[in-house]
């Protein structure tokens, strides 16, 4: 099972940019389909961004098209989100996840998950 461990978080201004890092423990990374999800207080936890391991097709949430930007890089077994332009509603405790089966955007279609990076935008 691939072990997974989010950095890059941090406060940061309206229209600034932060760029996420995943790293990831198993020599299955290279051909997993990966997603990262975001949670803010009170809320569930929501699909931002995703990454096929074949093609390195992504798929965004609509809110973050133009924005997020989700690669990786199989050499140093590592899933990245970089964020442009960001907003307060962008607020969240952002999570790295690996897809197990069934709908992409669903969170219970992943099995293993890291333990989290906090992201805060300031207006």
């Known amino acids: 099972q691939v072990q997974l461990v989010e950095s890059g978080g941090g406060l940061v201004q309206a229209g600034g940019s932060l760029r996420l890092s995943c790293a990831a423990s198993?020599?299955?990374?290279?051909?997993?389909?990966m997603g990262w999800f975001r949670q803010a207080p009170g809320k569930e936890r929501e699909f931002v961004a995703y990454i096929r391991w074949s093609d390195s097709s992504t798929y965004y949430e609509d809110s973050v098209k133009g924005r997020f930007t989700i690669s990786r890089d199989n050499a140093r077994n590592t899933l990245y989100l970089q964020m442009n332009n960001l907003k307060p509603e962008d607020t969240a405790v952002y999570y790295c996840?690996?897809?197990?089966?069934?709908?992409?955007?669903?969170?219970?279609?992943?099995?293993?998950w890291g333990q989290g990076t906090q992201v805060t935008v300031s207006s």
């Open positions: 996840a690996v897809h197990y089966s069934g709908l992409y955007y669903n969170p219970s279609s992943f099995n293993s």
């Open positions: 198993g020599r299955t990374f290279s051909t997993s389909n």
